[in-house]
């Protein structure tokens, strides 16, 4: 069954670096049909995209992160990765990988979300 | 930078029809930007609804309809239902391999 699997510390402390991956299964990164992409949602807030990479190792972030943000692929493992770096408690939020259809440019698979929380 | 704009929130008795908008704070909404839309309930992942500006997602009921209105892309919920009270979110393609999301409306149906 197609599905995405995000993991990682459940807790970061401040100005470190928050790491997830998202380990996809039923389907293979490499395809040329998709981006897969991290948003996050702080408790009680909207949704932010966080950014994406195609399968060639393009990324796209977004602009009011892409001085702290680095997303990676490995696609012998099937899996992406997002780096966020000096963290502040505005980083406390649910952060979800996703697929994006390239062609129709949409999310069109999401992960459920892991809660990952700035604290000392 | 880019800002997305939805109404914070919108009430809607069972059985009317509702239309959700989504704009730019500067600039016009058309379907070169891709407009989709994503319905949220508290501690779900959001799910699908429409993409493309009025294609429906698989499984999505026919009372769901995309589309332009004026300069802002829509969503219209025909007859809406108890079930629909959820955050709605729009999310724009901007080009470049980036995309933006509006802040969500909250939909009540009272």
């Known amino acids: 069954q197609l599905q995405l699997q995000e993991s990682g510390p459940g807790r970061v402390k401040p100005s470190e670096t928050l790491s997830l991956t998202c380990t996809v299964s039923g389907d293979s990164i490499a395809s040329t049909s998709y981006y897969w992409g991290w948003i996050r949602q702080p408790p009680g807030k909207g949704l932010e995209w966080i950014g994406s990479i195609y399968y060639s190792g393009s990324t796209y972030y977004n602009p009011s992160l892409k001085s702290r943000v680095t997303i990676s692929i490995d696609t012998s493992r099937n899996q992406f990765s997002l780096m966020l770096n000096s963290v502040t408690a505005a980083d406390t939020a649910v952060y979800s990988c996703?697929?994006?259809?390239?062609?129709?440019?949409?999310?069109?698979?999401w992960g459920r979300g892991t809660l990952v929380a700035v604290s000392s | 930078q880019t800002v997305v704009t939805q109404e914070p929130s919108v009430s809607v008795s069972p059985g009317a029809t509702v239309t959700l908008t989504c704009g730019l704070r500067s600039g016009s909404v058309s379907t070169s930007y891709y407009p989709s839309w994503y319905q949220q309930t508290p501690g779900q992942p959001p799910r699908t609804l429409i993409y493309?500006?009025?294609t429906r997602s698989s499984g999505v009921p026919d009372r769901f309809s995309g589309s332009i209105l004026g300069d802002k892309a829509a969503l219209t919920i025909t007859g809406a239902q108890a079930d629909d009270e959820s955050h709605y979110y729009c999310v724009l393609y901007m080009g470049s391999g980036i995309w933006v999301f509006g802040g969500g409306t909250k939909l009540t149906v009272l």
């Open positions: 493309i500006t009025d």
């Open positions: 996703a697929r994006l259809n390239y062609f129709d440019l949409y999310v069109d698979l």
